[in-house]
């Protein structure tokens, strides 16, 4: 599976964004699937992740009620929609994918196995 983020920019605070994921070289409708960012001088977080197509959905403490994961399995794409933004969701978002992983190993990005190449987002105050 091949994953390609997109969507990334530059925002004012309170404004939204929606960023996507797009994947290639098979299905990943039984997939897991899960947002991690990096800002700066920081560890790559968990932001969300979704089990599979039409399955439970995880949020980050800090992104909940503002972000949404979601899927579009005709397209094989995963958007992650932002609002309400703020200056510390400014960093590179990643998507990444994996098969089997399990419910608690969600927020923990070694489960994954696929990766895209990040998308920045920046958010001004």
């Known amino acids: 599976v091949q994953l390609q983020a997109s969507g990334g920019g530059l925002v004012q605070a309170g404004e939204s964004l929606r960023i996507s994921c797009a994947a290639s070289g098979r299905s990943f409708s039984t997939y897991a699937v899960g947002w991690f960012r990096q800002a700066p001088g920081k560890e790559r977080e968990f932001v969300t992740a979704?089990?599979?197509?039409?399955?439970?959905?995880y949020y980050a403490d800090s992104v909940k009620g503002r972000f949404t994961i979601s899927r579009d399995n005709a397209k094989n794409t995963v958007y992650l929609q932002m609002n309400s933004l703020k200056p510390e969701d400014t960093a590179v978002y990643y998507c990444?994918?994996?098969?089997?992983?399990?419910?608690?190993?969600?927020?923990?990005?070694?489960?994954?196995?696929?990766w895209g190449q990040g998308t920045l987002v920046t958010v001004s105050s």
């Open positions: 979704s089990r599979w197509s039409g399955g439970s959905t």
């Open positions: 990444a994918a994996g098969l089997g992983i399990i419910m608690s190993s969600l927020n923990n990005r070694h489960a994954y196995a696929y």
